[in-house]
């Protein structure tokens, strides 16, 4: 990353509404156009034990971290699927879709600058590519997460946000719930978003697949 992108990124911004969030998303990350979806095993899929229960469990209630300040995201962990990736800042595209990472890199994922950053109050997002047309990229595994996995953002400040999966379920791309996935909670939550679904040669894949998390720790 440049110096100046990496100042610009740097400063806080005005964040975009939840609305308008999941209007880029939807029609951006079901269209991370470079999935090509014809390996012989395609990516894993959640399972429907694995939907994000709607109340927040007593555990994670009690003894949650304060909050963290803007800080950029460096690196994101996922040790139950051996994922260890820097990751970009990616925006908006031309066309107003959220820019997935440069798909030429299998192993990069993406902070959306529009969403707070990780450990802030609010609903931060992480995207990045399932696949390429090499084969299997970042998230590929990300539909085999488990409740109860952690997430591991490393931050510019040089601290370590630890969030905690309560959730996993894959979304038709046409019937994307907006609100629920990135709805404000009162909390430090994160969603690491992939392509997902069903897939076709005519539209990519159909759906996306999103992990539901909220930060435990600080380390």
Request: charged share 20%.
């Amino acid at each position: 990353m440049s110096r100046a992108a990496f100042a610009e990124w740097e400063r806080p911004r005005k964040r975009a509404p939840w609305g308008v969030i999941a209007l880029v998303l939807l029609t951006g990350l079901a269209l991370i156009r470079n999935g090509s979806g014809e390996f012989e095993v395609g990516p894993p899929q959640p399972a429907a034990a694995a939907a994000a229960e709607t109340r927040v469990p007593a555990s994670l209630r009690s003894g949650a971290p304060q909050p963290l300040p803007f800080s950029m995201a460096d690196r994101v962990r996922i040790p139950a699927i051996r994922v260890d990736a820097p990751v970009t800042p990616v925006g908006l595209d031309a066309e107003g879709w959220v820019d997935a990472p440069p798909p030429q890199d299998p192993n990069l994922a993406g902070q959306f600058t529009g969403s707070v950053s990780p450990g802030e109050k609010g609903t931060s997002v992480i995207v990045g590519h399932v696949d390429n047309m090499q084969g299997p990229a970042v998230f590929y595994g990300l539909g085999s997460v488990k409740k109860g996995n952690h997430v591991e953002v490393l931050r510019h400040d040089g601290k370590t946000a630890v969030f905690q999966v309560y959730g996993i379920e894959v979304f038709e791309k046409a019937n994307f719930p907006g609100e629920r996935v990135y709805g404000p909670t009162g909390t430090p939550e994160l969603r690491v978003i992939t392509c997902g679904g069903g897939f076709s040669k005519q539209n990519g894949y159909d759906g996306n697949v999103v992990v539901f998390a909220r930060l435990v720790s600080v380390r």
